[in-house]
Nanobody, 120 residues
């Protein structure tokens, strides 16, 4: 079992930055691909970014490419999402997911989410 706890969300003005953290416990995350997903009110949860388990290859949704950066520190069992140039449309609950690369978004382990609100 892997327990994931997200933190770092909050209220920020458009153009600002936030850094989300996803701290894992129970098992090392080094064997898992890690992803960030978000869900805005009235919308389905959608993919934001992912990072591979062993190769560290990163993947981004087009809407955040160039603004967000996903990284991982396996020694700290933590994954990060650096969000720059935030826009009001980035407002959502952000969730961390640990799974096989092909299973991200549909399986594995999930955190409880952290709220990000971007004001215009």
């Amino acid at each position: 079992q892997v327990q994931l706890v997200e933190s770092g969300g909050g209220l920020v003005q458009a153009g600002g930055s936030l850094r989300l953290s996803c701290a894992a416990s129970g098992r090392t995350i080094s064997r898992y691909a890690m992803g960030w997903f978000r869900q805005a009110p009235g919308k389905e949860r959608g993919f934001v970014a992912a990072i591979g388990a062993s190769d560290g290859v990163t993947y981004y949704a087009d809407s955040v490419k160039g603004r967000f950066t996903i990284s991982r520190d396996n020694a700290k069992n933590t994954v990060y999402l650096q969000m720059n140039g935030l826009k009001p449309e980035d407002t959502a609950v952000y969730y961390c997911n640990a799974a096989s690369l092909g299973g991200l978004g549909t399986g594995g382990y999930w955190g409880q989410g952290t709220q990000v609100t971007v004001s215009s």
